[in-house]
């Protein structure tokens, strides 16, 4: 009876597995909504990933944005911390993120997903930072994906 019970536990939490997305999975599915959506002509630049260990909480990248461009992110993590993403000019001056009145935060497939946008009037070097905010005890470990796309309204 014992090895049955076992047995059948151990099938069941295959079958919930199974079920489970991951979060390339789920990323896929944004990144082809998105080029799917027509209002824009949506390009996607790329994806960040990044698995929090030790101290870091957050990982920083850089990209040089033409004049007259357009840009969304979407920063995907299975997490029940607060997670950011935040870009800013050369200076340090916060340009856009998750701290926009406009930035939207939803869950997807049992992730968390915010995503914000922004127009470059002139090009730019963005400095992108994505993480997890300190203070969460559940941070360590956590998986997570920056999503990038641009338009570039210059281009035909």
């Known amino acids: ?4 019970v076992s047995f059948f536990l151990l099938t069941l939490s ?3 597995s199974a079920q489970e997305s991951n979060i390339d999975e789920v990323a896929q599915m ?3 909504s998105q080029l799917k959506d027509e209002t824009n002509d949506w390009v996607f630049f790329g994806k960040y990933s990044s698995s929090l260990k030790g101290i870091d909480n957050a990982v920083s990248a850089h990209l040089r944005i033409e004049d ?3 840009v969304r992110m979407y920063l995907l993590a299975k997490t029940d ?14 340009i856009f993120g998750t701290n926009d009145p406009i930035s939207l935060e939803t869950e997807l497939m049992g992730y968390k997903a915010a995503t914000s946008i922004y127009t470059y009037e002139e090009s730019s070097l963005m400095n ?12 360590l470990d956590t998986e997570l994906r920056l999503l990038v796309f641009y338009v570039n309204k210059n281009a035909k």
Do not use: H, P, S
């Not at 009876?1 to 049955?4: A, C, G, T």
């Open 1 to 4: 009876m014992k090895l049955f």
């Open 14 to 16: 295959l079958c919930l």
């Open 30 to 32: 944004i990144k082809d």
């Open 68 to 70: 007259n461009t357009t």
């Open 81 to 94: 911390c607060y997670m950011f993403f935040d870009v800013r000019d050369q200076k340090e001056k916060y």
């Open 128 to 139: 992108i930072n994505f993480g997890i905010r300190w203070g969460c005890a559940n941070m």
